[in-house]
């Protein structure tokens, strides 16, 4: 079977708008807020555009989804590994850092004969917030 010959994906002033809108939100958008938000400075952009860039872009590995159920799925800049929390009543996704889960790859590389190449933890509960009401 012959290698596929891949094309280069041109990048476009709408793919590159999203991808800026998302490196510079401290939030995890899902689509949809991430098309409301691209309405602002493009009226005639569709919801069908916004989510093919938003696939093209994390094919090309720079964007990732947080899914963490099947009607939930949020984007964020880079696939780089690390954890999310969630909370379970307004549905805030908040960045979660954890020191050395190198070791938890390592264990799960041995025990399983498997190699680890990415991660996604998800921790569920009330955020500071929602614990208040």
């Not at 379970?88 to 020191?99: E, G, H």
Request: a positive charge; hydrophobic letters at 35%.
């Amino acid at each position: 079977m012959a290698a596929e010959k891949l094309v280069p994906i041109r990048n476009t002033n709408q793919r590159q708008l999203i991808f800026e809108y998302l490196e510079h939100t401290l939030t995890h958008p899902t689509a949809e807020q991430i098309f409301q938000n691209m309405r602002q400075e493009l009226p005639r952009i569709s919801f069908g555009t916004v989510y093919r860039n938003l696939d093209i872009l994390e094919k090309q590995g720079l964007i990732s989804t947080v899914i963490y159920s099947k009607e939930h799925v949020r984007y964020q800049v880079g696939s780089m590994n690390h954890s999310h929390f969630v909370c379970s009543n307004c549905d805030k996704v908040k960045n979660v850092v954890i020191d050395d889960l190198t070791d938890l790859n390592n264990q799960v590389s041995r025990r399983h004969k498997v190699m680890v190449q990415k991660y996604n933890l998800i921790f569920y509960g009330q955020c500071a917030n929602c614990q208040k009401m």
